[in-house]
């Protein structure tokens, strides 16, 4: 199988983004995000993971969309990158409720797992939920991934918190499941600061390490939305630090 550079990959996906937000077209782009982070586990912090994903999504009739996510990130514990290619296809309830179906590849050292899901997100008032699951084609066997995340803003403010729950269960019987309480705080109308602090228990990584870390951030957003309708969908989502 072809694996396409990480770098060259991310080079693409950000000029798409760019070129999109700065076109006569953006009224034809309903959201668009590029999100770049570091998390590191609290009591070894060369345990670490650097992050860049860009996503992009496009009207497909009044009530279809897609979205495309391009990641990537570099695992410090192993000196290694991954690439993350996601496609969604979402159907849309109104303003306040849509369901997806999505398909997506993680490659590292030139291999490649596959995963198909289905998720949901709504509006609850000003809060926000969305949810997953998905099944991973592993080289090691059948696995599977599943996700919980909320986010609500304080009083109206810039301020915002949430909690997200990621879960994954690979061959030979290991698993991960990441528990973080997350908070934002807006910078103008489409930037915002992110952090995060929360627990990883089991792992599917190096040693299988576990224990407390913690996550900072900056999310851009632009287009109609300001911002997609579903986040990114990833093995390494369960690992906050390698």
Do not use: W
């Not at 997806?100 to 490659?107: Q, R, W």
């Not at 973080?180 to 109308?189: I, K, S």
């Not at 792992?203 to 851009?220: A, C, E, L, M």
């Amino acid at each position: 199988m072809f694996t396409p550079h990480p770098a060259g990959a991310l080079c693409a996906v950000v000029s798409m983004i760019c070129g999109a937000a700065l076109s006569p077209a953006q009224a034809e782009v309903l959201g668009g995000r590029l999100s770049l982070a570091h998390s590191a586990f609290v009591d070894d912090t060369s345990m670490a993971k650097s992050a860049a994903v860009g996503s992009i999504e496009l009207p497909m009739g009044e009530r279809f969309s897609m979205q495309s996510d391009l990641g990537l990130a570099g695992l410090h514990a192993l000196d290694d990158k991954t690439v993350n290619i996601t496609t969604h296809a979402i159907l849309h309830f109104g303003a306040d409720s849509a369901a997806g179906l999505f398909y997506g590849v993680d490659m590292m050292n030139g291999g490649s797992d596959d995963f198909l899901g289905l998720e949901y997100g709504r509006n609850l008032g000003a809060a926000q939920v969305e949810a997953y699951v998905a099944g991973i084609d592993s080289a090691e066997g059948s696995a599977t991934l599943l996700g919980l995340a909320g986010e609500m803003p304080l009083s109206g403010g810039p301020f915002s918190l949430g909690a997200a729950l990621d879960h994954a269960s690979v061959g030979g019987g290991r698993s991960a499941t990441r528990f973080g309480l997350t908070g934002g705080y807006a910078v103008g109308e489409s930037t915002r600061l992110v952090a995060e602090i929360g627990t990883l228990g089991g792992g599917i990584g190096v040693d299988d390490t576990s224990g407390g870390y913690v996550k900072v951030g900056v999310d851009f957003t632009f287009g109609r939305n300001a911002g997609t309708t579903f986040g990114q969908r990833s093995v390494f989502n369960s690992i906050p630090g390698l």
